[in-house]
T-cell receptor, first 113, second 119 residues
Framework: DTGVSQDPRHKITKRGQNVTFRCDPI?????LYWYRQTLGQGPEFLTY????????KSRLLSDRFSAERPKGSFSTLEIQRTEQGDSAMYLC???????????FGPGTRLTVL | AQTVTQSQPEMSVQEAETVTLSCTYD???????LFWYKQPPSRQMILVIR??????QNATENRFSVNFQKAAKSFSLKISDSQLGDAAMYFC????????????????FGKGTLLTVNP
């Protein structure tokens, strides 16, 4: 069990560019979550997958954001036409029954210039 | 919608002393889970302790224990014998236990309490 991993750990981009982040959950976990954390705030829920199905999306997830989990294993979060307001830490977590306790990855810190 | 409030933005404690971090929440549900997570500087979020609302007994994990007051919707974290490694941001989080669609799995977090441990 290697824990949840995220790549890259840091991303600096210019406004208007597209970025993609990857999350690899704990191998036996069938549920995967994305959260966004801005400075001085707690994480906010973005979206959730059960296996490959995206079962919920927050209203925070504008149409510039898209997430996939094509084979029910790793997931990607893409942000198109980035804005300065997208600058944040993007956290991934995974869980499995019966407890569904969520275990978090180290996060990807996005800076939009 | 559920909300979680942590009224102490910052707390400090002397090494080896005890500190209590406060958390209140608002929900109309009767069945849910509560969590405390720790986020050290530039490091990932770690689960500290978990409490099921249907259990009256307060959860304990080594030096960490909670005081769960369901009627008051209060969930405080007590850290005993504080250590330098306990310095971190602590987040209280809520999760519904109601199984309908996907929304029950998301965590709702408070804004966090920054704990400083003084040697």
């Amino acid at each position: 069990d290697t824990g949840v991993s995220q790549d890259p750990r840091h991303k600096i981009t210019k406004r208007g560019q597209n970025v993609t982040f990857r999350c690899d959950p704990i191998s036996e976990h069938n549920r995967l979550y994305w959260y966004r954390q801005t400075l001085g705030q707690g994480p906010e829920f973005l979206t959730y997958f059960q296996n490959e199905a995206q079962l919920e999306k927050s209203r925070l997830l504008s149409d510039r954001f898209s997430a996939e989990r094509p084979k029910g294993s790793f997931s990607t979060l893409e942000i198109q036409r980035t804005e300065q307001g997208d600058s944040a830490m993007y956290l991934c977590a995974s869980s499995s029954p019966p407890t569904d306790t969520q275990y978090f990855g180290p996060g990807t810190r996005l800076t939009v210039l | 919608a559920q909300t979680v409030t942590q009224s102490q933005p910052e707390m400090s404690v002397q090494e080896a002393e005890t500190v209590t971090l406060s958390c209140t929440y608002d929900t109309s549900e009767s069945d849910y889970y509560l969590f405390w997570y720790k986020q050290p500087p530039s490091r990932q979020m770690i689960l500290v302790i978990r409490q099921e609302a249907y259990k009256q007994q307060n959860a304990t994990e080594n030096r960490f224990s909670v005081n769960f007051q369901k009627a008051a919707k209060s969930f405080s974290l007590k850290i005993s014998d504080s250590q330098l490694g306990d310095a971190a941001m602590y987040f209280c989080a809520y999760r519904s236990a109601r199984y309908s669609g996907g929304s029950n799995y998301k965590l709702t977090f408070g804004k966090g309490t920054l704990l400083t441990v003084n040697p």
